[in-house]
């Protein structure tokens, strides 16, 4: 079965920076669309950042513009979010999304906490 397994994320500072990673399994990983996501405690999960199957194609919220990147290696069957310049503001749950065949598949979140 399909499952997406997110690691990396911990507190830092403001300012400082985290790699999130998040291994798949149980798809053909380099068919996919990628995509991480973020939930803030009382507020709704939004999209960050998404790549194409090829990783040649991303995109990003405005909020996370010129600070993160996403990556992915289809070899590893891993889906990377270099988080550089963090604000508090970026507390969250963050997630790996896969939309397989007409359904959302989510992993179990990583949360990153930003604070002094």
């Known amino acids: 079965q399909v499952q997406l397994v997110e690691a990396g994320g911990g507190l830092v500072q403001p300012g400082g920076s985290l790699r999130l990673s998040c291994v798949a399994s149980?798809?053909?990983?380099?068919?996919?669309?990628m995509t991480w996501y973020r939930q803030a405690p009382g507020k709704e999960r939004e999209l960050v950042a998404g790549i194409r199957s090829a990783g040649g194609s991303t995109n990003y919220a405005d909020s996370v513009k010129g600070r993160f990147t996403i990556s992915r290696d289809n070899a590893k069957r891993t889906m990377y979010l270099q988080m550089n310049s963090l604000k508090p503001e970026d507390t969250a749950m963050y997630y790996c999304?896969?939309?397989?065949?007409?359904?959302?598949?989510w992993g179990q979140g990583t949360q990153v906490t930003v604070s002094s």
């Open positions: 149980g798809f053909i990983f380099s068919n996919y669309a």
């Open positions: 999304n896969a939309y397989i065949w007409g359904k959302q598949y």
